[in-house]
């Protein structure tokens, strides 16, 4: 089965927007394919959520509990430093300790990778989110 992390934005994005981010968190919640996740991501999002929208609290937890449920969780041990923002490293060590197919993002800084490979790992496949769902989330 294919398997998939989402960055924050995505989520986020799922959240208030149909679309193609939508489809990919719905789709992957459905049992398309396996939503990978880590708390580090987890966090952000509800920080985000909090800080930046003033999500309330009750529809935060509801979220990170869905999420919770229908993601493979990981607590990544590798560590990177591949990603001009480094904030966004994260998302790669989910993706590789959680053995994912595909990172799904609209960031710039990690489109830029576009294939992350390194010799002990096939690669990982950094696509945005309608060229996931073209590619690789109907698998």
Sequence with gaps: MTRAVADTN???????????????VRRGILGEYQLVTST?????VADKLRN??????????QL??????????VEPSSKFDVVR???????I???FDGQANYIVTGDPDLLD???????????????????????GGSL
């Design 113 to 135: 990778l576009k294939e992350f490979d390194l010799k002990e790992f096939r690669g990982i496949k950094i696509r945005t989110p309608r060229k996931f769902l073209e590619e």
């Design 10 to 24: 995505i989520i986020i994005s799922s959240v208030f927007w149909r679309g193609n981010p939508h489809e990919v």
């Design 93 to 95: 060590e989910c993706a």
């Design 40 to 44: 580090e991501i987890l966090d952000e």
């Design 64 to 73: 990170i509990d869905i999420l919770l449920t229908y993601c493979h969780v």
């Design 52 to 61: 930046k929208f003033q999500f309330p609290e009750e529809g935060i937890q």
């Design 85 to 91: 923002d480094k904030k966004d490293n994260k998302i």
